[in-house]
């Protein structure tokens, strides 16, 4: 799972990332925290990746405005399912609502802010992880739209899952019980792969959007 935060003051940025961290770091879910201080190449790459994020995104930046990162994120990316928590120093939550860009929450800087933020954070991360995780062992979870492929290791009654950021897991359990949970594509009857996570895929090879490859 990917938490990105989009907050040009320095000193809020790093009270949300701590917040954040104090509250995945409870989950056991396996996560990865981004934080920018300005729209850049490397926020529109992460925008147009087609994994499910959080987003935390300040209104009033000095760059390009929260208003156009939430479009470029929705209308854009055609992302809509990933979660926005909007952030703003002023009352705007009509004009947010009124944007029709599925904002999942509007939080004040000034009223609350710390238990607010916390409890939205909370909230869009069992919201994606309701449904949306594989569980390893009691102390390791993965959210499913990060993984890339499974295959059944040679001469064991394990699987490996191999995920976006190139992590490895094993876990005991069939390709015919992992299919059935997850509904992914079995190509091979030794491999399932994530289609939402597919850059190239050609007779021998499969190209994954973090640029992995394997041969089949």
Sequence with gaps: MRIVVI?????VNSLICEYVNEIVSKSCLDYQLLNFYSFNDNLRKIIYNCDIKIYIVDLQLNSKSGYNICREIRE???DWKSIIIICSAYNQKEEIISLRLSI???VSKHINFKSNIKDSINKAI???SSNNIVTIDKNTKICINDICYIEKIKQTKYCKIVTLDSKEYKIMKTI???????NFKQIRNYLLINDNNIRIIDKQEITFINKISIKY
């Design 7 to 11: 907050e040009d003051n320095k000193r």
């Design 76 to 78: 854009g990316a055609n």
């Design 104 to 106: 999942f929450t509007y």
């Design 126 to 128: 069992q919201i994606l």
């Design 176 to 182: 015919k019980m992992l299919k059935k949970e997850l």
